[in-house]
């Protein structure tokens, strides 16, 4: 076994610990990853005896691995998923070449990234060094809300404001929400309402409702689609980008492109911000995989502000296939530090007519 430890930091003396498969990026990531603890492995055996040999006091921080061309590279993730001792570990696999199969497959086995050549040491080492600061795993993703060095309080005077909109909103709209869930039972197979877990204000997980809109495979169909027909996808070589909407998403059925264009799927969500989930107007709360991607001191400020139904972005770009992923960013930025009731009012009587637009995105 070839292996050789790599301690270089000189002002903190790292404790992030990397064990790393392969020896076509070796040079790279012996220079770039200077400020790592790298154990270097020849092959992706050596890797699983070195891993095989590791204590819970041991066990490495990141794991790095090399695709090879038989795909051992995924017979070891899926191991590595399966141990109680590793699961916790972040995963990042490194090709020499792009290929749209591999990264859907690497994205299936939820490993937390996937770099092709050609791609910056520097967006690498940034990344890896995210990751392991927020600890942004999914076991462990609770525990951010306990570590984020601002939280948000919500005011007494938007929380009335809320109350009272969602609940006249549900009262007076009962009979549509009815019509509507007898239509969706009508329309296709499946559950009335959708349910999925959204990471809202201060990294706060919880159960967001809407009516479905999509087949009830939709979840499953998600990683080949982010990574073919996304929106915000990055080109071959730069980082994964952080949101996913999904052009003409093929997902959707039949009264569910009805459903989006008017937002009538949005109704449940009243229910959310009624027992303080959310809010009527703040910053959409996020699936966990796009809050894994928003990680840095830039973009986690979204985070300290309002988790909304309706907000800057709603009735700014909604809908729009010109809208950057930076741009929504800074969307939501702006809205957590300036959001006040009256910027609120604004939002709220902007969002009306943005209810009604098409939305091709």
Request: aromatic residues 10%.
């Amino acid at each position: 076994m070839n292996q050789q430890t790599s301690d270089w930091n000189e002002n903190t003396g790292s404790h992030i610990k990397i064990a790393y498969a392969g020896v076509d990026f070796k040079d790279l990531v012996t220079s770039g990853l200077s400020n790592f603890n790298v154990t270097y492995n020849d092959s992706i055996a050596q890797l699983d005896e070195y891993l095989g040999n590791q204590s819970i006091l041991s066990v490495p921080d990141i794991i790095l691995i090399e695709v090879d061309t038989e795909g051992k590279c995924f017979q070891l993730v899926q191991e590595i998923k399966k141990s109680f001792l590793l699961n916790g570990s972040i995963i990042v696999l490194l090709s020499t070449h792009a290929d749209k199969e591999l990264k859907k497959k690497a994205l299936q086995l939820r490993v937390h990234d996937f770099y092709s050549l050609p791609f910056s040491i520097d967006d690498l080492r940034e990344r890896l060094n995210f990751l392991v600061t927020f600890k942004l795993i999914k076991p462990r993703l609770l525990e951010l809300s306990k570590e984020v060095d601002t939280t948000y309080k919500m005011p007494f005077g938007k929380r009335i404001i809320d109350l009272v909109i969602s609940g006249s909103m549900l009262f007076f709209l009962s009979p549509v929400c009815l019509v509507v869930a007898i239509l969706i039972k009508l329309d296709s197979k499946g559950p009335v309402f959708y349910k999925s877990k959204r990471v809202g204000t201060g990294y706060k997980v919880f159960d967001f409702y809407k009516f479905r809109s999509m087949r009830t495979d939709a979840d499953q169909l998600l990683a080949k689609l982010s990574t073919e027909n996304n929106q915000y996808a990055s080109e071959d070589g730069a980082p994964k980008a952080a949101f996913v909407k999904i052009k003409n998403d093929p997902r959707i059925t039949k009264l569910g492109n009805f459903l989006r264009n008017s937002s009538l799927d949005e109704l449940p969500q009243l229910f959310n911000i009624l027992i303080g989930d959310m809010s009527v107007v703040g910053n959409r709360p996020l699936p966990v995989y796009e809050a894994e991607m928003l990680t840095s001191n830039e973009w986690s400020m979204r985070f300290l502000g309002p988790a909304g139904l309706t907000g800057l972005w709603q009735i700014s770009k909604r809908g729009k296939e010109d809208m950057s992923e930076r741009e929504r960013k800074k969307l939501d930025n702006f809205y957590a530090q300036k959001y006040s009731i009256w910027l609120d009012l604004r939002i709220i009587i902007g969002t009306v007519p943005a209810l009604f637009q098409k939305e091709k995105v």
